[in-house]
Nanobody
Framework: QVQLVESGGGSVQAGGSLRLSCAAS????????MAWFRQAPGKEREGVAA???????IYTDSVKGRFTISEDNAKNTLYLQMNSLQPEDSAMYYC???????????????????WGQGTQVTVSS
């Protein structure tokens, strides 16, 4: 069992930056695929960025060049650096993890086994 706890959300103006963190605990001695998702009211959960156990990252088109996913394995923490934020980035952001590697898992689809509770990001114009 893996527990995920997100932090770092908040309210910023357009053009601002935030860094989200996701602390993992529990059965963390395996390699996991990890990802960030977001969900705005009335919309489906959307994959934002994912990283495989080798550190290969993938992004949805709307955040390429603005968001960066990274991980600190020593701290069991996943990060999402978000720059040039826009109002359309406003959503609840969720961290997700799964022991399956890409190929058995579509990295930007909400097929992950473990989920955090989310952290809210609000961007004002």
């Amino acid at each position: 069992q893996v527990q995920l706890v997100e932090s770092g959300g908040g309210s910023v103006q357009a053009g601002g930056s935030l860094r989200l963190s996701c602390a993992a605990s529990g059965y963390t001695d395996r390699s996991y695929s990890m990802a960030w998702f977001r969900q705005a009211p009335g919309k489906e959960r959307e994959g934002v960025a994912a990283i495989d156990p080798n550190g290969v990252a993938i992004y949805t088109d709307s955040v390429k060049g603005r968001f960066t996913i990274s991980e600190d394995n020593a701290k069991n923490t996943l990060y999402l650096q978000m720059n040039s934020l826009q109002p359309e980035d406003s959503a609840m952001y969720y961290c997700a993890a799964d022991y399956r590697w890409w190929g058995l898992l579509r990295p930007l689809q909400p097929e992950y086994e473990y989920w955090g509770q989310g952290t809210q990001v609000t961007v004002s114009s």
